[in-house]
């Protein structure tokens, strides 16, 4: 049975509900909803007064069904442009000032969303006495357009001002702000590494499964793509773009002229991601990114056969080949690029694999990393786990995270050998 709970912040009164060995609190606005002139806007603090209702969960940003459901599995949520909202999972709202860590979601920067069950952060909260933060962002053209003289990597600018939010807040939630780590996963990881080509607002970084470099665009490469979306939308001018309904950038995604400037690229390549605008990001991204490795201790790793959960690739030499190319190889070089450069970096790899069709394929830690196996209990990708290999799995890995969340080694050598969990 849960309890009601309030925190007062400098906006009002937060009430949120506590279940257990854990407080949540749900939907936290960190910015103003990115709607009408705010939509392609950076994002603008939040600005409610009195009390707010935090004990519901809140709807995830606008998307299409996530390409790697056959995989994850399928969710379901709410969604709305008036999405820039976190929530604060915490062991008791007090004076303990407990280290805190962010999570940042994966999904290609168009799908997911940190309110998912997936992600809860309840039983590593409680687990390792943190408080954990999850924000939604932006996602795809909403998020990640670049459109000349606009600003460009909103989703990123997002991620700012949720940890900006968490800087000034989470004192009251039982949360230490100079001890922050900032995790992500996938293209979350992605957001991660460029942030830290900016001003780092965290101590401590976790990368799962980043694909370091991939889908980094020139100014000019991500204006074309602009361009073909805008088209597709059916707008001729941000003006229009700021008052078209949402369902015009999503159909856009998959519009035939998209499409064909995306296969020009070459790569495979995402619609949305990073561009390297010279304003958020610099236009030298691509090098500024690997002397992001000098600026935290980082925990970095990937899975053994992370492209079995895209479509089109299984469990093959060819498939691991790209997947190491892809996720693996950077994240060695990061490690080692992180020691080289005077700082703590450790390397893993997760080679769990409980189902013959998609092995250890991306996203499969997830469920171990949160111990929420519960809520991926429909999921393909976890066909054939056994109970005791979960909760030994779960185990391992939020000991292993929690020991770094908090400052220390997670129990292996540093460096770019990798401590392999199977």
Not at 183 to 205: E, H, K, V
Not at 387 to 402: G, K, N, P, S, Y
Request: with cysteine; proline share 7%.
């Amino acid at each position: 049975m849960s309890e009601r709970i309030d925190v007062a912040l400098s906006n009002g009164i937060v009430t949120g509900e506590r279940e257990r060995d854990v407080c949540r609190f749900s939907a936290i606005p960190y910015a103003q909803a990115p709607i009408g002139s705010l939509r392609f806007a950076p994002p603008v603090p939040s600005t409610w007064r009195g009390r707010l209702d935090a004990t519901r969960p809140g709807p995830v940003a606008p998307q299409l069904p996530s390409r790697l459901r056959g995989a994850m599995g399928d969710f379901e949520a709410s969604q709305s442009e008036d999405c820039l909202h976190l929530t604060v999972w915490t062991p008791s709202p007090d004076s303990r000032r407990r280290p805190v860590v962010v999570w940042l979601h994966g999904g290609a920067h168009q799908s997911g969303g940190g309110a998912l069950d997936w992600y809860s952060g309840a039983r590593l909260a409680a687990r390792g006495d943190l408080v954990v933060v999850a924000p939604n962002y932006r996602l795809a053209a909403l998020g990640w357009l670049c459109v000349p003289g606009e600003f460009a990597n909103l989703g990123l600018l997002d991620n700012e001002a949720a940890l900006d939010w968490v800087h000034e807040h989470i004192e009251s939630f039982g949360g230490d702000p100079e001890r922050i780590t900032v995790m992500g996963q996938s293209a979350g990881a992605a957001s991660i590494a460029c942030l830290l080509m900016r001003a780092p607002r965290f101590d401590r970084a976790i990368l799962q499964s980043a694909p370091l470099g991939r889908g980094l665009r020139s100014a000019e490469q991500a204006g074309q793509l602009a361009d073909a979306m805008l088209e597709a939308a059916g707008v001729r001018s941000m003006g229009e773009a700021r008052a078209a309904p949402i369902d015009a950038f999503l159909r856009a995604q998959q519009a035939p002229r998209v499409l064909d400037v995306l296969k020009a690229a070459g790569g495979n390549q995402n619609p949305f991601g990073p561009a390297a605008d010279g304003e958020v990001l610099p236009i030298d991204a691509n090098e500024a990114l690997w002397r992001g490795c000098g600026k935290v201790d980082v925990l970095i790793g990937y899975t053994k056969d992370e492209m079995a959960a895209f479509p089109a690739f299984g469990v093959d030499p060819e498939a691991e080949r790209v997947g190491d190319a892809l996720f693996g190889a950077p994240s060695r070089r990061w490690a080692g690029d992180a020691v080289r450069s005077g700082r703590s970096a450790w390397l893993y790899r997760f080679d769990f694999a409980p189902s013959a069709r998609f092995g250890a394929c991306h996203c499969i830690e997830l469920p171990f990393v949160f111990d929420t196996v519960d809520a991926f209990i429909e999921a393909p990708m976890m066909s054939g786990t056994m109970r005791e290999d979960a909760r030994r799995l779960t185990q391992d890995l939020q000991r292993a995270w929690v020991d770094f969340i908090r400052g220390g080694s997670p129990g292996w050598t540093a460096g770019p050998q990798p401590h392999i969990f199977s």
